[in-house]
């Protein structure tokens, strides 16, 4: 069975940081493109970032610069590192497996949500001003 548990979310002030992690079990994360994505209250699940099998990535706008996605396979587990954290991007962040492209991210354009096959049950991240 497969399970995504994220970690390291919680509440830090605007222009902190945290490390968001995503540990796999009955699965091997390695193989497969991963992504984070996001949920705002009132918002559409939006994807932040994302990772292939070859350690490839992508970003949405709005975070470049400020987060990092990165995986270390030994351990079966992904992270998102965010600094100089926004109030905006206060959310429920998830993680998600696409295990249907082949360790891909990039097929046409960045993966929607509707291109992953499992998600973590997310952890929430609140930045205040």
């Known amino acids: 069975q497969v399970q995504l548990v994220e970690s390291g979310g919680g509440s830090v002030q605007a222009g902190g940081s945290l490390r968001l992690s995503c540990a796999a079990s009955?699965?091997?994360?390695?193989?497969?493109?991963m992504g984070w994505f996001r949920q705002a209250p009132g918002k559409e699940r939006e994807g932040v970032a994302f990772?292939?099998?070859?350690?490839?990535?992508g970003y949405v706008e709005s975070v470049k610069g400020r987060f990092t996605i990165s995986k270390d396979n030994a351990k079966n587990t992904l992270y998102l590192q965010m600094v100089s954290l926004r109030p905006e991007d206060t959310a429920m962040y998830y993680c998600a497996a696409n295990s249907r492209w082949r360790g891909v991210c990039y097929l046409q354009g960045a993966p929607s949500r509707d291109d992953f096959d499992w998600w973590g049950q997310g952890t929430q991240v609140v930045v205040s001003s």
């Open positions: 009955g699965y091997t994360l390695s193989r497969d493109c």
């Open positions: 990772i292939d099998s070859g350690g490839g990535t």
